[in-house]
């Protein structure tokens, strides 16, 4: 099998990052010279771009799970993106959805734990808050916002 079978191979699951795909041809005993002329030839295709794997990776994980900025930071990272390849998907986003995002999380547990006592309930909201990478300022406000439209 050529290289740029088994990248395609790779490539028809789910997008992947370059970064991936080297490592995955890499795994497969192909020579570098190979790797990278199939990289370059899959990012002249279109089939290999990391600004829209990041870009997509973000709308895809904000749409089933709000996180923080911080934890698609991490996540991102953890795929092997370059820097600014991160910072530029993360700068797409408006300013807002970092709030939006936290007071949706809050009143959400807020919601599942109202059997409770209030200061195991707060406690209990801001550890999963904090879980998805919110910071302590962004998840007590969050909390103080479910809290008051409770009552």
């Known amino acids: 099998m050529s290289p740029m079978d088994a990248a395609l191979s790779f490539l028809t699951s789910r997008m992947r990052t370059v970064r991936e795909v080297e490592e995955k041809l890499d795994d497969l005993q192909y020579g570098e010279g190979d790797i990278l002329a199939t990289v370059e030839r899959l990012k002249e295709l279109n089939l290999l771009n990391d600004a829209e794997y990041a870009r997509e990776f973000v709308r895809s994980r904000l749409a089933t799970k709000p996180v923080s900025r911080q934890k698609l930071y991490l996540d991102l990272r953890a795929h ?4 600014e390849v991160i910072e530029a998907a993360l700068n797409e986003l408006p300013k807002e959805t970092e709030g939006d995002n936290a007071r949706e999380v809050a009143k959400k547990f807020w919601r599942q ?39």
């Open 80 to 83: 092997k993106l370059p820097e």
């Open 113 to 151: 734990m109202s059997g409770l006592e209030e200061p195991v309930r707060r406690e209990r909201v801001l550890r999963r808050l904090m879980s998805r990478g919110f910071s302590t300022e962004a998840s007590l406000a969050a909390i103080r916002e479910a809290a008051e439209e409770e009552d």
